[in-house]
């Protein structure tokens, strides 16, 4: 019983410290949802709801939803936000086989020269990704890739960084012993991969894949540089768009924002669960 | 029959058997990431590109400029012998990579760049014949373009001696002040005409009114992070950062003097500067709130404060730049864009006459004002009665002309890739001035400028050095 009620007291306690952080980190979220729906001459009125005489104290008939409407209908924000939905979805799900492919390959198989080439993909994670900008840019001119999304889907298909995490997880998760019985049992190489592998690195495939997805969806430079056509860029290029020179619509840049965050967020809120077990893979023995 | 039958069962149970082996690859949000990949593919790659081919390509870095060129370019293409423009407005970085990454790598670039000025200045850092924009100078002498347009609007895309760009603007500078705060406390600005009698005339506003010590109010935006409108005070004053001929000239008396002067703003015992800075909501929020009373204004500036504080119409007035010593410039400049034709570019002839259609037009010249309240830099256009019509914005005071008077005292403006590292250098020399003030508040005037000109020299030897390792650059530092 008093077990109980301790329990209930350190739960009381965490309850306590956690929820003013909680409102806390909220807070910039909640300026930007209520800043998305303010116009221009609102914006430096208030912190957050205009100031007036409707339920609460707000003026809620000046809210308005013209930021929203702007950026579907004259700024083509929709486009935007399929190339950026395409461009996530694909490179995440190509990433995220060609690395399980290639990590596995690592881990499970002996050939000549795999310590060399597991050597260089390490070595490869040490290598800044700015500073393959240029050379990049240079190949993709040379294949005539510049302004095409292969030129942005291709090199992000087998980060070194996945090839290692899969190799890892490869190693933690499947047994030699379950391989050798398949092939005993005559199941082909690709066959193990597929069908003894895959479902057992399932929560690795789950957290990279989430992973790549928020890193490509984020990725500002890369489409910069890649795609010059508008009609091709993703949602972090066209919102960085709005920001002018000199000159900022805070109301349009912060519907923006919100379009640019809310997909992606309700994607973490369904792969949560892969993404956390994926972290804590071989965290407890 | 039976055979017939049981075949299909087979199917359906090898179909079964192997259903489990496929969706154990992937968790459920993993197959929804798959099936917004398949999705979406079907849609791009269905959607086909909207791309036409062989048209002329156009690069902007402002969304207003794009506005304001699309109908000039729809009757262009509609012309006989015209092409469709495919316009494309990039942010500025983007902008400045893909022009040095063509120029530099030989990959395609626009047929025309419109650069704001230190995206522009980034071509001029290797010999004359690399500069990858055409040079137009033969063009301007040819069309009489070099009498037509402001001379200092040619200086920032002018590099040894050869004009790459066609000037857009002239950006002269201006003090905007609240006039509501200036004229209540019965200020009379016309006694104004130098900076230490704006600080003398304007004081009684920095009252002390609510008795914590600390006025409510400063009379200047200004502080040690703002560097465009230190290079507009510096240049105001005569010398810059380089000279006519492009040579680094950091340290001079009048610059040690300015910068003296500035940092007795910040920190002197007369302090008249505040934090308030340009372009963030914090920034606007303190304008609005009155928090100081001035603020250095070039014309494009105007238009982003209607834009961005609509609160303050009419109560606002410009007037010339207090100088910095009597019978001085009452003007600066900040910013500056051109359009210029790569040298890779089909056709220049073409392009050039599109260029000064875009330019020179007394259609966009009145568009340029109206939209963006920007100067037009053509003088043939300077005698639209746009210019004089009142802006209620700034108390109905007929702002275009105000600007336009100020033109022709415009200062050059470098056109060195090294301009905004000195400029950075010289921002370092000014927080060393701060700093000193700080420490040692009674500091003498004198002793000031000497440890001004002192940390003039540093910044210029710093710039020197890193000019001196551009072996193209060696040649202009003397």
């Keep these: 019983m008093s077990g109980r009620r301790g329990r209930r007291w350190v739960h009381l306690l965490t309850y306590a410290v956690l929820a003013p952080a909680a409102v806390v980190t909220l807070v910039p979220f909640a300026w930007l949802l209520t800043s998305a729906f303010k116009a221009p001459q609102e914006f430096f009125g208030s912190m957050f709801l205009p100031r007036g005489d409707g339920f609460l104290g707000v003026a809620w008939d000046r809210l308005t939803t013209g930021n929203l409407t702007r950026l579907f209908r004259e700024l083509s924000i929709g486009r935007a936000m399929l190339n950026s939905l395409f461009l996530s979805s694909v490179t995440s799900v190509l990433a995220t086989l060609c690395c399980a492919a290639g990590g596995y390959a690592l881990a499970m198989y002996r050939f000549r020269g795999r310590r060399v080439l597991t050597w260089v993909v390490l070595g490869a994670l040490i290598v800044p990704p700015p500073l393959l900008l240029a050379p990049g840019y240079q190949v993709l001119y040379r294949l005539g890739l510049l302004d095409t999304y292969s030129g942005l889907i291709l090199p992000a298909m087998a980060p070194a960084f996945g090839v290692f995490l899969f190799r890892q997880a490869s190693l933690q998760s499947v047994p030699p012993q379950l391989l050798e019985a398949g092939r005993l049992d005559g199941c082909s190489e690709a066959g193990l991969f597929g069908r003894i592998a895959l479902p057992l690195l399932r929560p690795m495939t789950g957290a990279f894949l989430l992973i790549t997805f928020l890193g490509v969806w984020n990725n500002f430079i890369g489409p910069q540089i890649v795609l010059q056509s508008p009609e091709k860029q993703p949602l972090a290029v066209a919102i960085a768009q709005l920001k002018g020179v000199y000159y900022e619509d805070y109301g349009l840049l912060m519907a923006g924002t919100l379009v640019s965050i809310a997909p992606v967020a309700g994607l973490f809120l369904l792969l949560q669960k892969d993404f956390v077990s994926g972290l804590t893979l071989g965290a407890v023995k | ?478």
């Design chain 2, 1 to 478: 029959m039976a055979q017939d039958r049981e075949q299909p069962i087979a199917v359906a149970r090898a179909f079964a058997l192997r259903w489990p082996g496929w969706l154990a690859w992937l968790s459920p949000g993993g197959w929804v990431i798959a099936a917004i990949a398949v999705g979406t593919t079907v849609v791009v790659v269905g959607g086909g590109s909207a791309r036409p081919s062989g048209e002329v390509r156009m690069w902007t870095f402002a969304p207003p400029h794009a506005r304001m060129y699309e109908p000039l370019l729809e009757q262009w293409a509609s012309e006989p012998d015209g092409r469709r423009v495919d316009l494309e407005v990039l942010s500025l970085p983007a902008l400045e990579r893909r022009m040095l990454g063509g120029f530099l790598s030989g990959v395609p670039v626009a047929d025309l760049i419109e650069a704001e000025r230190r995206v522009a200045s980034r071509a001029f850092a290797g010999p004359l014949d690399a500069v990858g924009f055409l040079d137009l100078t033969d063009r301007l002498r040819e069309d009489g373009l070099l009498d037509a347009i402001n001379p200092a609007s040619f200086s920032p895309w002018t590099f040894r001696g050869r004009i790459f760009g066609l000037p857009h603007d002239v950006h002269p500078v201006m003090l905007c002040y609240r006039a509501d705060l200036v004229e209540a406390a019965g200020i009379d600005v016309s006694t104004i005409e130098t900076w230490d009698d704006f600080a003398r005339v304007m004081r009684p506003l920095m009252a002390d009114g609510d008795g914590d010590g600390e006025p409510d109010r400063y009379l200047i935006a200004f502080w040690t992070t703002f560097p465009d409108q230190l290079e507009a005070l510096i240049l105001q004053a005569g010398d810059g950062f380089f000279d006519e001929e492009d040579h680094l000239r950091i340290a001079t008396p009048t610059n040690a003097r300015v910068v003296a002067s500035l940092a007795g703003w910040i920190a002197g015992p007369g302090r008249i500067a505040a934090d308030v800075p340009e372009f963030n909501a914090a920034g606007n929020k303190q304008k609005i709130d009155g928090y100081v009373v001035a603020a250095i204004m070039p014309d494009w500036l105007s238009n982003i404060w209607r834009q961005q504080m609509p609160e303050l119409a009419g109560k606002l007035k410009l007037m010339p730049l207090p100088a910095w010593e009597p019978g001085g410039r009452r003007t600066s400049v900040w910013g500056g864009t051109m359009l210029g034709i790569p040298r890779t570019a089909e056709d220049p002839d073409r392009l050039w006459e599109l260029a000064k259609r875009l330019y020179l037009s007394p259609e966009l010249s009145r568009a340029l004002y109206e939209e963006g309240d920007i100067v037009t830099p053509v003088k043939a256009n300077w005698s639209d009665p746009i210019y004089d019509r009142p802006d209620p914005y700034f108390s109905g005071q007929a702002k275009g002309r105000m600007y336009l008077d100020l033109a022709p005292q415009v200062p050059r403006r470098t056109s060195s890739p090294f301009n905004t590292m000195a400029m950075q250098r010289v921002q370092d020399a000014l927080v060393g001035l701060v700093e000193l003030l700080r420490d040692r508040p009674g500091t003498d005037r004198a002793t000031l400028e000497s440890r001004a000109m002192d940390l003039l020299r540093v910044a210029e030897a710093d710039v020197r050095s890193r000019m001196d390792r551009n072996v193209f650059a060696r040649g202009e530092t003397p």
